[in-house]
């Protein structure tokens, strides 16, 4: 009986072994796509969320769509994540998410988080749309308002990252 289990064990970890090797072969042939920012190199987005929120929903399915990938947390306390973050209360907005040591809060775009991690600015805890802004990404509603995507410092220093404008 011991005999037959090794052989059982042998045979599984082989298939496992030619599995992984045959994974790896194919993920290195598959050709990367124009529009997706997902690669083995591409951070998970950490989003925490009032599982109620339906414009948080909407935010990380933008997100998706444009190929990050996401790992939704729903909390009945997410002002206990911005407390742990320290996101500045001016900073603040409905859901929280992480990606690599970086707080994203609010409706930020996919395409400035991607910009943003292309080119990091030096010092920068985190990238913001605060409040609530119609026309950010999860709160189209069919009307547009202008705004900042602001980066801000763990010293307090802010600046604008991008501006979205309605023309």
Not at 84 to 103: E, F
Not at 111 to 117: G, H, S, V, W, Y
Request: net charge positive; proline share 5%.
């Amino acid at each position: 009986m011991k005999t037959r289990n090794k052989a059982v064990i042998a045979t599984s970890v082989a298939l496992a072994i030619g599995a992984i090797a045959v994974g790896f072969k194919l993920q290195a042939s598959e050709p990367a796509t124009k529009n997706s920012v997902s690669s083995p190199a591409t951070p998970v987005v950490t989003v925490y969320k009032s599982p109620s929120c339906s414009c948080c929903a909407g935010w990380t399915e933008h997100l998706e769509r444009n190929g990050f990938k996401v790992n939704v947390n729903n909390t009945n306390n997410i002002n206990e994540i911005k407390i742990k973050h320290q996101i500045p209360r001016q900073m603040a907005s409905c859901h929280t998410a992480l990606i690599d040591g970086l707080v994203i809060e609010g409706h930020v775009p996919a395409a400035d988080i991607t910009a943003f991690l292309e080119n990091p600015q030096f010092n920068t805890a985190g990238l913001s749309v605060p409040g609530m802004v119609q026309g950010s990404p999860g709160m189209e509603t069919g009307t547009k308002q202008d705004y900042q995507v602001i980066a801000f410092r763990a010293n307090g220093q802010q600046s604008v990252f991008r501006e979205h404008k309605d023309y």
